[in-house]
Structures are given as structure tokens and as C-alpha cells.
């Protein structure tokens, strides 16, 4: 048998770290990051302006270098010049002083291009990510999201220094050093440079091939971190199944996989970094074999030929370089790419041209003929045909098997999701057609899920109005019977909850969302199944305590039990998306359809004495 979890579902295959960049948008991408780069043109041209003298400096360095040696020769023949020797000493440190000065103001202003671009792209990307609709969420792994907001902005972060100026550098060093090496001595300059090309090809190779492997790697890497995070959230269930050596087994072949990549980027490093290795100390061998000569037979002085072994010595990390540029160039298009195409997703659900404030007057829910079907391969229809209006103060109640489209039903009211047929208005005004913010705060939903942010229960409570009085937040904390438990902690209101709430049993966590709804306000109210979690007992307090809460609003209650909707205004029944029943309970228990079968299958008579007690 196979147990469950064997498999990680992939998000949204936009996303996916090994997934094919169209050259194009590779492109594209490169050019917008550019662009982006120079809207700090003072750091992004200091930067550049930087490198020339930084260069020009490092240059110089083999040149006074040559003199110096020859100079000492000099000396050593019996024409000593020690003022000319320590000019040179002079001339060669405050070069480099300056070299290190301008390399320094490069560094530095390249990074803080580099920081300041992640740090507005890091901010586009975060509210992004607040306006996409509840659609987008569902085909796309939030790790996606998390990769894409963190490794592939790195990847985007690090161009300016690590590609484009490094373009700059490697081509002002490489080309003015090739020219002035081959304009000294054509033949030892061509011996000198006979490294470059094949140090070029190799490190350019090896860095697009340790690109390749690190997105693999990644993906790997990804995989194990989904694992981890998924036994850390449930290890309780683990425990209680003794599965530990199943996750075990499972995360340690996941490991292996990620060792293994990790293996074979070692070996391409190590092979390549050798091979360009061989590659200089073999030029450099043939540039000392043939300088040697020309030395010797009075052509060229011996510092000319130590300026050309330095020169060798100090292109030898640039010329490495070029796979880093290469690489540079790659990880930016690939990261750009995935990090524009989630920038440019268009917002579904927004509001619409000229949109206006939901203006609330009678508050009078209405939905006309609603259909919805979710995107997928097959848009199944989920509901279809819905209609029923709702008025302040009245309480619907929906019910149905599960599947039946209850939730998604309630979640179109909010505008988590639109219509795909028919509307849905408020006071008469089509929720589509105004601003979604004025919608969000009209409608509230008490979800199925009871999201608790790990902070204290005060906080929690008053999320949606978090400068509300003490007074209010024990007020709404008390209609949801919560707060009775709340002054039984040790640091009552102020006490953290955990990680999803994890340090609350459900029915306290539902409770606790109830109450933070309540602070909302809303002119449409929706509990969702928001009640199963708790006892009948608190359940029957808690509408209580709502029922003048309900007074100014309409209420729309999804739940399981009868006991929860039993005494509604009217109650819907739902299968299959539509409403196949409607009425009140009387109504519905006379039709003597599905409604009165669950009934009697739910019902005994002491829960109808209790029923009738808590009513009271």
C-alpha cells in the first residue's frame, strides 16, 4: 500500500524552477532590469565612472612594476639611482591607493544599486502578490511564490554588479591590456594572451553548466523544504501513526538527491578550475621560455619581461571572471523572466473603470441567477441558478452534503471569486461595479479555516480595526463566548498564541476568528461552518449572544447541523449547486423532503429539549 504524500504537487508550472525561458523573454527581461538599474543614476553612473580610473590604475601596475626591476638592474651594474627607485616606490603605492580607493567607490555604489533595486522590486512583488485573486492561489504553490520573491530577486539583484559592470571592467582591463601587451611585443604578447581564449571557453562553460545544475539543485532543495515544512505541520499526526521512519526514509531520499547535484558541481568546478590553470601556468611557462631569449640576446629588458608576467598575473582572475559575467547575464534573464511574468499576471478580480464607494442604505442582498465555475482544463459548473434575497435582520440559513457548493457560493459574495453568471447585488448596486475595499468591508466571512497570526489574542481579535479600544475588543470576545477563557490565561489578552494558533484547540480558534469578524462591522455576515469545532452547548450561546449583533445586518449561516440553522429566517437547501428545498423549518419539515430526512437522521429527542432550551 502506498501511503499518501509520496508525491509533491507542483504549483503553477510559470513558476517552476526548471522550467523553459523563452529566449525572448530572456531578453526582455535583461532590458527591463537594465532600465530599472538606472533609475538610480547617480549611484548606477558613479559606479561606472568608477570602474575607468579603477582600471586605468590596476593597468599602471605592471608598467611601474617593469621600471622598478629595471631600475634595480640598473643599480646592480654599478649606476645606482635610489631617488629614481623610491619615486617609483612612491608612484606604485599611491597607485594602488587609488586603485583600491575607485575599486572601493565601485563595489560599493554597484551594490547599492543592486539593494535598492531588490528593495522596490521586493516591495512590487509583496503587493502584487496582496491583489491576486483568490484564483491564482489555488494553481500556485505559495513555495513558488517564496522562490520567486527570494531566490530569482537575488538572481535579479546581483546583475548590475556581477554582469553589467563587470562588462565594463572586464572590457576596458582585457581589451586595454591586450593592446598594450601586443603593442610592447607582438610575440610575447600573443604568447601572453594565449591562455585567455580557452580560460574564456572553460569558464564560461562551467559557470552555464553550474547554473544548470544549481535550478536543479534548487528544485531538489525545494522539494525538501516542502517535505520539512509539511512533518513539521503535521507531526502530530505523525506521531500519532509511528510514521517517523516512513518520513524518515522519505526526506533522507529526497537528501540524496540533493547530495548528489551538489557532487557533480563540485566535479565540474574542480575539473574546470584545473584546466584553466594548466592553461595560464603553460602560457606563462612559454612567455618566461621565449622572454628568456629575448633577454638574453639584449631584445627586450628584464622588466619588460616581468611586466609581462604580471600583466599574465593580473589578468588571470578577469579572464575567470568571464564565466561569472556569462553567468551573470544567464541567472538574470532566467530570474527576470519568472519574476516579471508573476509582476505582469493581469488582477482578475479589481476594481473596474470608474468604480464607486458600496453605498449601504437598506441593506438588501439580492443574487440574481448566479452561476460560477471554477478555471481548470474543465470548467465544471460549481453552482448555477442561484437566487434569493436577503434583508437586514434576516437570518439564512444554507445547508447540504458536502460538495453541495456552499462555500464557494459564500466566497462570491466577498468577491474572492466572480460570478461567471448572473449578479450579485447589494442595495442594487452589482458588487462588481464598485471598489473592492468598500465590498471587503461589507461583507465579512468567518472562514473554515481559522487563521490564527502568531501574536497575542488581542491583536488577533483586532486585525481588521487594530486602534479599536480595549472595551470593544472584550465586548466582541465576549459575544464569542471567548472571553471567559481569555481572563483564565495567565496574560489574559496579551497571551501569544502559536504558530497557527496551534496553542488553541479548534473550537477556541473559531471562536477567536468569530470575534475578530465581529469587529468588522459588515452589513453581510457569513459564518461558514464556522461553528463545527464547537460544543452545542457554547454554539447556542454564541447565537445568542449575536442575535441583537444580527439585528442591524443580514446573516448568512452555512453549516452541517440543523441545530445551528434551525431557527432561521429561511433555510437553503442545497445539492448539486442549486437549491433544491427552501423555506423555514416548519415549512421544510412539512414538505417532507431531503431537509426532514437529515433531520431524522440527526435529530433525537433529547437534542430537540436542548434545542428548545437554548431558544429560550
Known amino acids: 500500500m502506498k501511503r499518501q504524500g509520496d508525491a509533491v504537487v507542483a504549483g503553477d508550472p510559470v513558476f517552476r524552477r526548471t522550467a523553459a525561458i523563452d529566449r525572448q523573454k530572456g531578453i526582455g ?65 599611491g597607485v594602488s591607493v587609488l586603485r583600491g580607493l575607485f575599486t572601493l567607490v565601485q563595489n560599493y555604489s554597484a551594490e547599492s544599486v543592486g539593494h535598492a533595486l531588490a528593495q522596490d522590486l521586493r516591495n512590487e512583488i509583496y503587493a502584487k502578490v496582496q491583489r491576486l485573486p483568490f484564483s491564482f ?35 576596458l582591463l582585457i581589451g586595454i591590456g591586450a593592446w598594450m601587451l601586443l603593442t610592447t611585443n607582438v610575440i610575447l604578447g600573443l604568447l601572453a594572451l594565449s591562455f585567455v581564449p580557452f580560460a574564456a571557453w ?8 553550474l547554473r544548470r545544475t544549481w535550478l536543479i539543485l534548487q528544485e531538489k532543495l525545494g522539494v525538501l523544504s516542502q517535505k520539512m515544512e509539511e512533518n513539521l505541520a503535521g507531526i502530530r499526526v505523525v506521531r500519532a501513526f509511528s510514521a517517523q521512519e516512513y518520513e524518515m526514509a522519505k526526506f533522507d531520499a529526497s537528501s540524496r538527491e540533493a547530495l548528489e547535484y551538489s557532487h557533480q558541481r563540485i566535479d565540474v568546478r574542480v575539473r574546470n578550475t584545473s584546466a584553466m590553470t594548466l592553461s595560464f601556468f603553460a602560457a606563462m611557462g612559454l612567455v618566461l621560455l621565449f622572454g628568456g631569449r629575448q633577454v638574453a640576446a639584449g631584445e627586450i629588458t628584464v622588466g619588460t619581461l616581468a611586466t609581462f ?15 561569472l559575467m556569462v553567468n551573470g547575464y544567464a541567472r538574470a534573464s532566467t530570474c527576470g523572466a519568472r519574476l516579471f511574468q508573476l509582476m505582469d499576471t493581469p488582477v482578475e478580480i479589481d476594481d473596474s473603470p470608474g468604480a464607486r464607494e458600496l453605498e449601504i442604505t437598506e441593506g438588501i442582498l439580492r443574487l440574481d441567477n448566479v452561476g460560477f465555475a471554477y478555471q481548470g482544463p ?10 434569493f434575497e436577503a434583508r437586514r435582520g434576516e437570518t439564512i440559513g444554507i445547508l447540504g452534503a458536502p460538495g453541495a457548493g456552499k462555500t464557494s457560493l459564500m466566497q462570491l459574495l466577498p468577491r474572492f471569486y466572480d460570478v461567471t453568471e448572473g449578479a450579485i447585488t447589494i442595495d442594487g448596486q452589482d458588487i462588481r461595479e464598485v471598489t473592492l475595499d468598500s465590498v471587503r468591508q461589507s461583507v465579512a466571512i468567518v472562514q473554515q479555516d481559522s487563521f490564527l497570526f502568531t501574536t497575542t489574542i488581542e491583536n488577533n481579535i483586532a486585525y481588521a480595526s487594530p486602534f479599536t479600544d480595549d472595551r470593544r475588543i472584550r465586548g466582541v470576545a465576549d459575544s464569542a463566548q471567548l472571553h471567559d477563557y481569555v ?25 477567536l476568528s468569530i470575534a475578530r469578524t465581529l469587529m468588522t462591522q459588515p452589513a453581510v455576515l457569513i459564518f461558514d461552518d464556522s461553528t463545527a469545532a464547537i460544543d452545542a452547548g457554547t454554539e447556542s450561546r454564541i447565537r445568542a449572544a449575536l442575535r441583537d449583533y444580527a439585528k442591524d445586518r443580514v446573516t448568512l449561516i452555512v453549516a452541517h447541523r440543523l441545530a445551528s440553522i434551525r431557527n432561521a429566517d429561511r433555510i437553503l437547501f442545497m445539492e448539486g449547486g442549486q437549491i433544491v428545498e427552501r423555506g423555514t423549518h416548519e415549512e421544510l419539515m412539512a414538505l417532507g423532503g431531503r431537509y426532514k430526512a437529515l433531520h431524522d437522521l440527526q435529530m433525537t429527542p433529547e437534542d430537540d429539549v436542548l434545542r428548545t432550551e437554548a431558544a429560550r
Request: glycine letters at 8%.
Open 29 to 93: 527581461a535583461i532590458a527591463r532590469i537594465t532600465r530599472r538599474c538606472f533609475r538610480y543614476p547617480w549611484r548606477a553612473g558613479l559606479a561606472l565612472a568608477a570602474t575607468v580610473p579603477a582600471v586605468m590604475a590596476q593597468l599602471s601596475i605592471p608598467v611601474i612594476l617593469g621600471r622598478a626591476v629595471d631600475q634595480t638592474v640598473a643599480m646592480d651594474r654599478g649606476t645606482p639611482d635610489i631617488g629614481a627607485l623610491v619615486v617609483i616606490a612612491l608612484t606604485l603605492l
Open 137 to 171: 492561489h489555488d494553481r500556485t504553490h505559495s513555495g513558488d511564490l517564496i522562490t520567486v520573491g527570494m531566490l530569482d530577486l537575488e538572481g535579479v539583484r546581483m546583475y548590475f554588479s556581477t554582469a553589467l559592470v563587470r562588462t565594463v571592467m572586464l572590457t
Open 202 to 209: 572553460r569558464s564560461s562553460a562551467m559557470q552555464l553548466k
Open 487 to 511: 481572563l483564565g490565561l495567565p496574560h489574559q489578552y496579551s497571551t501569544v498564541v502559536g504558530e497557527r494558533g496551534v496553542s488553541l484547540s479548534g473550537g477556541q480558534r473559531q471562536r
Open 378 to 387: 474543465v470548467a465544471r459548473p460549481v453552482v448555477s441558478g442561484i437566487s
Open 309 to 323: 608576467l604580471t600583466f599574465m598575473t593580473i589578468l588571470q582572475m578577469p579572464v575567470r571572471q568571464l564565466g
